[in-house]
């Protein structure tokens, strides 16, 4: 039986800027939220960097690393742009994402395997300067082997399939999805990376994905932001808090 790791809980707080943007202006401030995650018991924030700076802005990550006493996570697609914000700043933890301007959320993980010489070298000088590499891909062999290959310290395996299949009731193809994800996972840890996973999570379809033994982070943002409108803020990250800690416990 495989060795249970600790859990911890990282929170996107992307769409607070999404909603500060919708009318201009600074609030809601994603920089407050980050704070109150952290007060709340978040063990890390998200803040995801986009080319068409969609929701957070420069001057967020700025802030947020001004600000935070947890750790950062900064997710950025693999772009000349992106690596210099991230070589400025040098966050705990950078996660090379896909970005296609045209969707509403990342869709689907990063072919490492297709690009496997271009990111290794693109990775190298963020490693040197001390950011943790992080890549978020499919529950798949081939990209696990490809983001071994060119030295990520995590994966973040996509959880997006598994968590659509459950909110539309096809729970064969739910349990498909989960099914690959534990083997996967699995395989990741074995090969020394450590496993994160995120994408779509809620209170409902959490738990089986934090029961994964290897899983060490979950990441979430858009369900605990919509959740804050009728919990707050604070009282819907400790709820899933509890929910991971009674899990794991």
Not at 69 to 87: R, W
Request: glycine content about 8%; proline content about 4%.
């Amino acid at each position: 039986m495989s060795k249970q790791l600790p859990l911890r809980l990282g929170v996107n707080i992307d769409h607070v800027a999404t909603l500060r943007n919708a009318r201009g202006g600074v609030l809601p401030d994603p920089v407050r939220a980050a704070m109150v995650a952290q007060e709340a018991g978040a063990d890390g924030i998200t803040a995801h960097l986009r080319e068409d700076r969609r929701h957070i802005r420069d001057a967020d990550i700025d802030a947020l690393m001004e600000a935070l006493s947890i750790p950062l996570n900064f997710e950025m697609a693999a772009t000349d742009e992106m690596q210099k914000i991230a070589l400025r700043h040098v966050p705990h933890a950078v996660c090379l994402v896909p970005e296609k301007r045209e969707e509403r959320t990342t869709e689907g993980g990063l072919n490492v395997a297709q690009d496997e010489n271009k990111l290794a070298h693109f990775i190298a000088p963020l490693a040197e300067a001390g950011s943790r590499v992080s890549i978020f891909i499919a529950a798949d062999k081939r990209q696990i082997e490809a983001a071994h290959r060119i030295g990520a310290d995590v994966i973040e395996l996509h959880t997006g399939a598994y968590c659509d299949a459950h909110a539309e009731g096809d729970f064969d193809l739910r349990d498909r999805e989960l099914a690959a994800m534990t083997e996967m996972a699995a395989y990741a840890h074995d090969l020394g990376l450590e496993v994160h996973a995120g994408h779509g999570l809620t209170y409902d379809d959490v738990r089986p994905v934090a029961a994964l033994p290897q899983v060490q982070e979950v990441n979430i943002g858009h369900f605990i932001i919509g959740e804050a409108v009728f919990r707050g803020l604070g009282p819907a990250i400790q709820e899933m808090r509890r929910i991971l800690d009674e899990t794991r416990a």
